[in-house]
């Protein structure tokens, strides 16, 4: 599953929000290899996506909405999108082409969806439109060619239901790790040996003085995270002595989860937001580039953070975007800026032009003058 194009309105506080994961012309000699989908060397997508920002930016929303529409098509559930809506009494909406397969072929897909607000601000078949239509892919094809033919054929809404439409997708593929206290309240530690030792060797990049994860042979979800003078326990998921464990190391536990699973292959579409807050900068990019090597042709990687750093590592520019939030009275409004389109020149510095705060936006410190009136 690779996403093309998102557009957004009037969820969280996304409005008339737009942003697009393809990229016009050829890179010689790119870090990352195999930047188009396997078989058509035309039809290019942006396969490794850093999200950037200062606090509450909406890199963590933008995650969870793009979850909460894979999980509305896998699962036909309403209520997923639905609380996600910012303002009830008027009409959210949100359009996502992408690319999946169908019966071994691939296919460009566009999902077109409508929630109209009414008195009881509830969302049933009788406010929520939903259109799914597809297009075959050809060998020399870019997107664009392909999304023109979208464009021609989703014109409105049919009258079927949105359970209907939603049916026609299947074997969708996805991985996104949020922060811990996110979404996921317990550790998961799969009983394979390759993720233990992928799993062991995170922890001792993290904290050097651990010696060794394994399982508890005798107990069911049991496992020991071993260190020179004293072991961590996690059963069924519950850290028993986590104060022993710093929080960058700790998040090494969900980190393994998402590098093992790149490496293996187990999915295709990835969303890594914010696992590296307590970790050194140069521990961060080593394990972007390790995440980037690992990724499989066809997969996809978006990958959300602090660190500026990142800005250092050799990736083309259209692999950063720039997210921003204003205030306009009562309002938050979400924008974004992709490097590659304000960068024009291969030589533009990608380091000075945000050392000059042409993506950054200066705090609203008001709040934190007021405390010293309290």
């Known amino acids: 599953m690779i996403v093309m194009d998102l557009k957004l309105d009037n969820l969280c506080a996304f409005r008339d929000f737009h942003v697009n994961f393809s990229y016009p012309k050829k890179i010689v000699n790119s870090y990352i290899e195999n930047e188009h989908l396997e078989g058509f060397p035309n039809f290019r997508y942006k396969k490794v996506n850093i999200i950037m920002g200062s606090n509450a930016t909406g890199k963590t929303s933008l995650g969870r909405i793009i979850l909460s529409i894979f999980v509305l098509i896998a699962e036909r559930n309403l209520d997923i999108i639905t609380r996600l809506i910012s303002n009830e009494n008027r009409v959210a909406s949100f359009t996502m ?16 969806a409508a929630f109209e607000p009414n008195e009881d601000h509830d969302y049933s078949s009788e406010n929520v439109k939903i259109r799914i239509e597809s297009t075959d892919i050809r060998p020399r094809e870019n997107y664009e060619s392909c999304a023109k033919r979208l464009d021609a054929i989703m014109v409105g809404f049919t009258d079927a239901n949105y359970i209907t439409e939603l049916e026609k997708l299947k074997n969708l593929s996805w991985y996104f790790s949020f922060p811990f206290d996110t979404l996921r309240p317990k550790y998961h530690i799969e009983d394979r040996k390759e993720f233990l ?24 979800k049991t496992f020991v995270i071993k260190m020179a003078d004293k072991s961590i326990i996690i059963q069924d998921g519950e850290m028993v002595n986590d104060s022993l464990l710093s929080s960058g190391t700790k998040a090494g536990l969900d980190i393994a989860n998402i590098v093992s699973s ?32 690992q990724l499989k042709p066809n997969n996809q ?32 409004v979400i924008s974004i800026v992709n490097a590659a389109d304000y960068l024009k020149k291969s030589t533009d510095s990608l380091r000075n032009a945000v050392d000059n705060d042409l993506f950054s936006v200066s705090p609203n410190l008001d709040s934190l003058y007021e405390i010293e009136n309290l």
């Open 97 to 112: 082409d992408f690319v999946n397969k169908d019966k071994g072929e691939y296919k460009l897909y566009r999902i077109n």
């Open 197 to 220: 030792e992928v799993l062991e060797h995170t922890l001792r990049v993290l904290d050097p003085a651990i010696k060794s994860v394994y399982k508890i042979e005798d107990l069911d």
């Open 262 to 293: 790149i490496k293996l292959g187990t999915h295709s579409f990835y969303y890594c937001d914010e696992k590296f807050s307590y970790v050194h900068s140069d521990i961060e990019k080593g394990f972007l580039s390790l995440m980037i090597n």
């Open 301 to 332: 990687l978006f990958f959300t953070t602090h660190n500026l750093d990142i800005l250092d590592l050799p990736l083309p520019k259209h692999s950063f975007n720039f997210l921003k939030k204003e205030t306009f009275e009562d309002d938050q």
